[in-house]
């Protein structure tokens, strides 16, 4: 294997998040070959011709049976399909990792699909991305100083999660560790509720038989808040529904923040809006993301 970690991975869903890991991995001389699995075959054949991958996957068998890695980059809702369908398959050392974007859900598809190999199966969330998306918009550096979350199995081999964080290390990547719990209800908080508001707001405006004035003045703190709303809204909608109850509980304390607007609007409080505001300021202000 020389310095390569894997010497062949597969990937599931060689879109961004798949196809920039692939190019990373391949920048670092961290793999030798990479199969592209995925539901087009004009999509795969892009990729190949992009140097993504080597080649396009056809038997499951075939290319899962000696794999050092599977890459599940599908979104969340097609997991559990994938997962029943590879278990079989899979080799007696292979390492799986996903990059679901919530964890609880596909960690239980996990213990449901992969249940033989549960112990090789290491959940992973990098935080990274955009509103582009498949093949093309792949970059090797997507992950440079962006932070990737573990959340680790009691069953997982301290081997296992060691290999898959290295990984994300020479993709560039600051690795985290959290529980799958801790995952969901932090990202429910700082990431499914901004989206959600976000395409609340653009479909408020949407309903109205003035928006094409409305957009007309529309500026940077418009264009700023909503910018994730121009994101899929197929995987918003999967990760909303798997996220429910986090989600549901950000949903609920947001509401009582804007109740509070509400009210001190209606009081004419100047003095609650403006402290309101310079909590919100300061701490916004001293915030880096890291």
Known sequence: MGNQLFRKVVIFG?????????????????????????????????????????????????ELGDADLVFLAT?????????????SCLGPHTLVMDAGSTKGDVVEYAY???????????????????E?????????????EKKVVLTPLPENSADAVARIRLA????????????????????????????????????????????????????????????????????????????RDALLVELHQYMQELTALNHALLEMDGARLEEIFRIARSVRSNWTPQ
């Open 112 to 130: 449901r699909n992969l249940a033989a190999h549960i112990d090789r199966f290491v959940p992973a969330h990098p935080i990274a991305g955009g």
């Open 132 to 144: 582009q998306s498949g093949a093309v918009a792949a970059r090797a550096d997507l992950f440079h």
């Open 168 to 243: 994300w290390q020479l993709c560039g990547a600051r690795v985290s560790e959290l529980t799958p719990k801790q995952h969901d209800e932090v990202f429910a908080a700082v990431s499914h509720l901004p989206h959600v508001l976000s395409f609340a707001l653009v479909h408020n405006l949407a309903q109205r038989e003035n928006r094409d004035l409305l957009m007309s003045f529309a500026a940077s703190g418009f264009r700023d808040f909503t910018r994730i709303a121009a994101s899929s809204p197929e995987m918003w909608r999967d990760i909303c529904l798997a996220n």
């Open 75 to 87: 979104p969340v809702g097609q997991m559990a399909d994938i997962m029943a369908r590879i278990e």
């Open 14 to 62: 060689v879109g961004l998040i798949g196809g920039s890991f692939a190019l990373a991995m391949q920048r670092k001389n961290a793999v030798g070959e990479i199969i592209g699995f995925g539901r087009s075959s004009q999509t795969l054949e892009q990729a190949r011709q992009l140097g993504i991958i080597t080649r396009s996957g056809s038997d499951f068998k075939a």
